[in-house]
T-cell receptor, first 113, second 108 residues
């Protein structure tokens, strides 16, 4: 069966510090991969999605970046965090093609102080 | 108008009651529909897909009304453990459009 994991689960970072969140998927090949952010009491905001290695699409201009160095690995990064980057970050995957169910990782709570 | 809209609630419902809420979408070309459940400070988890003919899974029934462009979720005999936020998602041409969620609180 397929599984998705992301880490770390929680982190507190000072403003201006770098960020790296990692996500891996097991049990499937060539998945679509996503990074979402969910601010407190808000809906899901798509940040990045990827349909293959090295293929990243950005949905929202920001100081975040994403990379997909391997087929089932997706990394969210920032060189300098802002206070507004605080939130709940969710990695997700779906099978290739349209209309497929999306599955989420456990999420990472980021607090920028 | 938002592409996908949900009443944010909260819906406060006594245990054992039936509750229903809708999710409206603006694009008639929408192709696939899902309901997710999200517990506080947790990731969303798939509750059920929504099929054109409607579908039922235990106490949960999902329906699609293409003419009026909405999907619905009905929960019968509600349990305390049903308390959560329910998110709908609409897929249009590989794009997932999420509702902001409806918060449901089941009270004893």
């Amino acid at each position: 069966s397929q599984t998705i994991h992301q880490w770390p689960a929680t982190l507190v970072q000072p403003v201006g510090s770098p960020l790296s969140l990692e996500c891996t998927v097991e049990g499937t090949s060539n998945p679509n991969l996503y990074w979402y952010r969910q601010a407190a009491g808000r809906g899901l905001q798509l940040l990045f999605y990827s349909v293959g290695i090295g293929q990243i699409s950005s949905e929202v201009p920001q100081n975040l970046s994403a990379s997909r160095p391997q087929d089932r690995q997706f990394i969210l990064s920032s060189k300098k965090l802002l206070l507004s980057d605080s939130g709940f970050y969710l990695c997700a995957w779906s099978a290739q093609g349209s209309g497929n169910t999306i599955y989420f990782g456990e999420g990472s709570w980021l607090t920028v102080v | 108008r938002k592409e996908v809209e949900q009443d944010p609630g909260p819906f406060n419902v006594p245990e054992g009651a039936t509750v229903a809420f809708n999710c409206t979408y603006s694009n008639s070309a929408s192709q696939s529909f899902f309901w997710y459940r999200q517990d506080c400070r947790k990731e969303p988890k798939l509750l059920m897909s929504v099929y054109s003919s409607g579908n039922e899974d235990g106490r949960f029934t999902a329906q699609l009304n293409r003419a009026s462009q909405y999907i619905s979720l009905l929960i019968r005999d509600s349990k305390l453990s049903d308390s959560a936020t329910y998110l709908c998602v609409v897929i249009i041409n590989y794009q997932l459009i999420w509702g902001a969620g409806t918060k449901l609180i089941i009270k004893p």
